[in-house]
């Protein structure tokens, strides 16, 4: 998909991710990303601005068939967001382009690993506004994100180590019942992208 000063955001890019580990890796997509929002060259493709009205859109930007991250911007309908899931096992830093975005980290303190069920303490949550970014690297991958608007969308730009083709959720492992003391069920989910519009 071609948008306004596509080149000059994956040189930017591809420049990050030539580093040699991971915390430098993201430390330079993340410092990459803050400066190309501010840049009036770049500009998303108009289409990232249409919410999809039952889920949040995952529109692909870019796989570097060199260096093998890929770039997703997602679209966020008010009130839309996501349950707790990781990124199995890729680093990923997310980026606020338009809007704001509630961003939960969490961390995994017990697995029951015969019943797949897990249960997590939240760590902290932030709000991003548009500019802001911020990373994951495994095993600091769970998280949730959410459009705390009832209004107003949001757009993310997502550079993950590889093409995101799966995660997995964690979903109440029994909603009905009050006895299960917060424990989640671990689901594994196919991950698919949204036409670019």
Sequence with gaps: MHFAGKDKLIAALDAAVRLEDETAITEALRAALVA???????????SVLQPIVDHYA???????????YSVIAMTWG??????????DGAWCVEGV????????????HARDEEGGRWRFTRMGD????????????????YHAIRNP?????????????????????????????PGTDGWLR???RLLATDAAG
């Design 97 to 108: 382009w338009h809007g704001r975005l509630a961003i939960t980290q969490y961390e995994p």
């Design 126 to 141: 932030i709000e991003a506004g548009p500019g802001t970014a911020g990373s994951l690297i495994p095993p600091h991958e």
């Design 149 to 177: 608007s009832p209004d107003d969308i949001a757009v993310s730009l997502h550079v993950y180590q590889r093409p995101l083709m799966r995660c997995h959720v964690f979903v109440p492992d029994a909603e009905d019942d």
């Design 78 to 87: 008010p009130g839309q967001g996501t349950r707790i899931h990781d990124h």
């Design 36 to 46: 190309l929002f501010a840049d009036r060259e770049v500009g998303l493709p108009r």
């Design 58 to 68: 995952r529109r692909e930007l870019h796989v570097s068939p060199e260096l093998g």
């Design 186 to 188: 671990r689901e594994e």
